[in-house]
C-alpha cells in the first residue's frame, strides 16, 4: 500500500516507478527491521554480508530488487487487482472491503500473538536448554568419558525438550537469520532440531 501510495500519479514512468520504489521500499524496510528489534527484540533478515549494507538492514542489491518489483506491481499486478476491486465493490456494495478488513485485522491480531508467544516459547527453551546442559556438565565431572556422549543422542534429546507448534517452526524454517536477544542460542537449537529430522528420514529410508 506505501509503495502504490507513493507512485500514484506516474504509473506509466518506468524509470520513475522504480527509482520510487526502490527509495520507499528500503526506508518501509529499515524502519520495519528497527521496529521488530526495539518492540520484540526480534531480527527476521540481516543483510551484514551484502556489500553497502546499513546496519545489516537494508543493502543496495536488496533496494534494486524492490525497484524492480514495484515496477512489476504497478504496471502488471496492481491494474488486474483494481480490476478484481471495483468489480467487487459493484457486486457487494463495500461488504467484500469490510470482510477483507476483518481479515487483515484478524490476521495482525493473530501474528502479533504468535510474535509474542514465539518470544516466550524461546526463552522457555534456553531455560532449558540451559538447565539441561548444567546437568550435563555436572555428569562430566563425574565421569570423563562423558564427552563421548552419541552428537544423535543429544538432538533427540533436544527434541524431546523442545516442542515448538507449528507457526513457530514456519518462523524458524522461513527466516534462517531469525535471532532473539532472549534466546542467543536459538540459530543452533534450530540446526539441531533440522539434523535430528535428518537422523529421523535417514533411520527410516534404513
Given at each position: 500500500m506505501t509503495i502504490i501510495i507513493f507512485t500514484d500519479g506516474f504509473n506509466y514512468n518506468l524509470p520513475l516507478i522504480f527509482v520510487m520504489g526502490t527509495i520507499v521500499a528500503t526506508i518501509f524496510e529499515f524502519f520495519a527491521s528497527l521496529f521488530l528489534e526495539k518492540a520484540f527484540h526480534m531480527k527476521l533478515w540481516d543483510y551484514s554480508?551484502?556489500?553497502?549494507?546499513?546496519?545489516?538492514?537494508?543493502?543496495?542489491?536488496?533496494?534494486?530488487?524492490?525497484?524492480?518489483?514495484?515496477?512489476?506491481?504497478?504496471?502488471?499486478?496492481?491494474?488486474s487487482i483494481m480490476n478484481l476491486v471495483n468489480w467487487a465493490e459493484l457486486k457487494?456494495?463495500?461488504?467484500?472491503?469490510?470482510?477483507?478488513?476483518?481479515?487483515?485485522?484478524?490476521?495482525?491480531?493473530?501474528?502479533?500473538?504468535?510474535?509474542?508467544?514465539f518470544k516466550e516459547h524461546a526463552s522457555e527453551?534456553?531455560?532449558?536448554?540451559?538447565?539441561?546442559?548444567?546437568?550435563?556438565?555436572?555428569?562430566?565431572?563425574?565421569?570423563?568419558?562423558?564427552?563421548?556422549?552419541?552428537?544423535?543422542?543429544?538432538?533427540?534429546?533436544?527434541?524431546e525438550l523442545i516442542k515448538p507448534n507449528w507457526n513457530e517452526r514456519l518462523m524458524m524454517r522461513y527466516y534462517p537469520h531469525l535471532s532473539?536477544?532472549?534466546?542467543?542460542?536459538?540459530?543452533?537449537?534450530?540446526?539441531?532440531?533440522?539434523?535430528?529430522?535428518?537422523?529421523?528420514?535417514?533411520?527410516n529410508r534404513k
Open positions: 554480508n551484502h556489500w553497502g549494507n546499513l546496519q545489516g538492514r537494508v543493502a543496495p542489491v536488496i533496494s534494486l530488487f524492490w525497484g524492480v518489483g514495484t515496477v512489476i506491481l504497478i504496471r502488471f499486478i496492481q491494474p457487494t456494495a463495500h461488504w467484500a472491503a469490510i470482510v477483507v478488513a476483518l481479515v487483515m485485522s484478524t490476521d495482525t491480531a493473530i501474528t502479533v500473538v504468535n510474535t509474542r508467544q527453551w534456553e531455560q532449558k536448554i540451559h538447565d539441561d546442559n548444567g546437568r550435563l556438565h555436572i555428569q562430566l565431572l563425574d565421569a570423563m568419558d562423558q564427552h563421548r556422549l552419541n552428537q544423535q543422542k543429544r538432538r533427540a534429546r533436544l527434541a532473539l536477544k532472549e534466546a542467543p542460542h536459538l540459530a543452533d537449537l534450530r540446526h539441531q532440531l533440522r539434523q535430528h529430522r535428518l537422523d529421523i528420514k535417514k533411520s
